[in-house]
């Protein structure tokens, strides 16, 4: 019984047992959000390789409240990476993720997660975030981000047991 338990155990550890890519990868994710957190823009830009697609995408119920303010608003946009990071003033932002799922082959990677952006502690807006990466010379790099966005003005983030259930 012992043994079996043991067993039963390694097998658990194993299942969640992350590659070098992947633990790299997620040190590039800790980067990004520490470098919102305190502004760096340096090294925010060293966690990216041109050219770089930046696209969000406003939900479909969040864009029919934007609607009903500006019937020409937009549901999509296209940004740039460098005025993301120029754009904080002040330590106030942050960016949170989790729900993380990386898909690799040490070559290329994706990086699907659920993310919160905050603003003086309090939640701003959330979504789903997609990232690729290419490891290049041995470091992995960001070459576009793409996420959807609902408002919490509009509707609240639902707990993480809430978004992954299936």
């Given at each position: 019984?012992?043994?079996?338990?043991?067993?039963?155990?390694?097998?658990?550890?194993?299942?969640?047992?992350?590659?070098?890519?992947?633990?790299?990868?997620?040190?590039?994710?800790?980067?990004?959000?520490?470098?919102?957190?305190?502004?760096?823009?340096?090294?925010?830009?060293?966690?990216?390789?041109?050219?770089?697609?930046?696209?969000?995408?406003?939900?479909?119920?969040?864009?029919?409240?934007?609607?009903?303010k500006n019937p020409k608003?937009?549901?999509?946009?296209?940004?740039?990476?460098?005025?993301?990071?120029?754009?904080?003033?002040?330590?106030?932002?942050?960016?949170?993720?989790?729900?993380?799922?990386?898909?690799?082959?040490?070559?290329?990677?994706s990086a699907n997660f659920?993310?919160?952006?905050?603003y003086n502690g309090k939640?701003?807006?959330?979504?789903?975030?997609?990232?690729?990466?290419?490891?290049?010379?041995?470091?992995?790099?960001?070459?576009?981000?793409?996420?959807?966005?609902?408002?919490?003005?509009?509707?609240?983030?639902?707990?993480?047991?809430?978004?992954?259930?299936?």
């Amino acid at each position: 019984m012992k043994k079996l338990l043991l067993l039963l155990l390694v097998s658990f550890n194993f299942s969640f047992a992350q590659t070098k890519d992947e633990i790299e990868i997620r040190k590039v994710m800790d980067d990004f959000m520490g470098c919102i957190k305190t502004r760096d823009e340096a090294k925010y830009l060293s966690l990216f390789q041109e050219p770089v697609l930046w696209t969000g995408i406003y939900k479909d119920r969040t864009q029919a409240k934007r609607l009903e303010k500006n019937p020409k608003a937009d549901d999509y946009f296209a940004d740039d990476y460098k005025a993301f990071i120029k754009s904080f003033k002040d330590d106030k932002s942050e960016e949170k993720f989790d729900n993380i799922k990386i898909v690799e082959d040490g070559a290329i990677a994706s990086a699907n997660f659920d993310y919160s952006f905050w603003y003086n502690g309090k939640m701003e807006n959330w979504g789903k975030e997609i990232w690729t990466l290419m490891k290049i010379n041995g470091t992995w790099k960001i070459t576009s981000v793409t996420f959807s966005m609902d408002l919490t003005k509009y509707f609240t983030q639902p707990s993480l047991n809430e978004r992954t259930k299936k």
